[in-house]
């Protein structure tokens, strides 16, 4: 019985279950179905009824969700919306300002210098696909807000891991400017060669192929193709130090502009293992905390946090936007969605926890700060920024 229980079959089986739980859940309390899916991660999870644990499997099924859901929301996107210069000050603002306060507040805490860098360093954190599902589910994916948020929050995930770099030196002692030098340049190549080689060749390769014999035969075929090519993307990524998911978003934006003839559409088909896998994805960011490590001490310190992280993120995100002429209530809709921590602050928390930088009561802060400031922006934007919109897909679901 045990080992039907951790077979792969019921594991999948019993996530699957979990979300259709969140969903559930989402559309009772008229929130975000990311909101349901987080939550019920949380009630499944260690933290209440320590049905599920975050195992090796659910990792990985979570981080294949994660690639996937940012391949299909590059699909939306040309490269030309996102290299914009206001994103890239909005995203070098909302790093440095978040450090600071991370930091600071540590400081005021009590914490170590290598802790205090270390939390500085996960607030600096923008998970991207958080926001970027919202706006999909609202149908603001195409505004100039979003376009903002999502080319600010590629630039800021490269800036938030040369940043983890920098504090790794920082805490080891080995600062080595020529180590960062080698990390920018290979995240700038990467970015610059893989979108170019993306639109110019890989492209027109999935093109030609469609138009092919055999693709007439097999639709599927080119699928496979550009589903193998994305993959590849989000693996030199991390080969070159950056994450999985902006390999991911660089080749959904390279391939958005591919036009099939004969094979199944890119993105219908992408979207269909994005609702298996993402909302996976969703779930195991609840599934990953556990509520047992927090003392009082520590709960007064995850509020305290919590807070700096959102107001950092708001300011250094929204007024930059705003100075960028940007409306006030665009540059708010910026702020909030650069705010979620997510999965990227989690793995810099990991880290740190397995350097033995940071103790556990550390990284379960971070990991709640992450959960918190994740949960507040579908909120916000569903009772806020996009209310109509809401009541439509509301009415809709009715």
Known sequence: MEELLSSPEFQMSLLLFVALAGYLIASRINQSAVVGLILVGIVVGPSVLHLISYTEFISSLARLGAVVLLFVIGLEFKLQDILVPRNGVIGLVGVILPWIGGYGISILFGFSLPGSIFIGTALTATSIAITANVLREYNQLQTDAAKAIIGAAVIDDILSLLALALSIDIITGSVSVLGIVVLVIKAL???????????????????????????????????????????????????????????????????????????????????????????????????????????????????????????????????????????????????????????????????????????????????LMALITTLITPIVYRNWFFRKNSNEISGREE
């Open 189 to 367: 190549l990467f970015i610059g060669i893989g979108a170019a080689v993306g639109l110019l060749l890989v492209s027109r390769l999935i093109e030609n192929v469609d138009k092919t014999a055999f693709a007439g035969k097999y639709p599927e075929f080119t699928f496979i193709f550009a589903m193998m090519m994305a993959f590849f993307y989000a693996m030199v990524a991390e080969m070159v130090g950056l994450s999985a998911i902006v390999g991911a978003f660089i080749a959904g934006v390279s391939f958005s502009g591919v036009i099939l003839e004969q094979s199944k559409n890119l993105k219908e088909g992408a979207e269909y293992l994005q609702i298996i896998f993402a909302s996976i994805f969703f779930v195991s960011l609840g599934i990953i905390a556990d509520f047992h490590a927090l003392t009082y001490e520590i709960a007064i310190f995850v509020v305290v946090l919590t807070l700096v992280a959102m107001i950092t993120k708001i300011i250094g995100c929204g007024v930059p936007a705003w100075i960028c002429r940007m409306s006030v209530h665009d540059s708010l809709v910026v702020g909030f969605g650069m705010a979620p921590r997510g999965e990227v602050a989690m793995i810099v928390a990991l880290i740190g926890l397995e350097a033995g930088v940071i103790d556990q009561s550390v990284y379960v802060t971070l990991v």
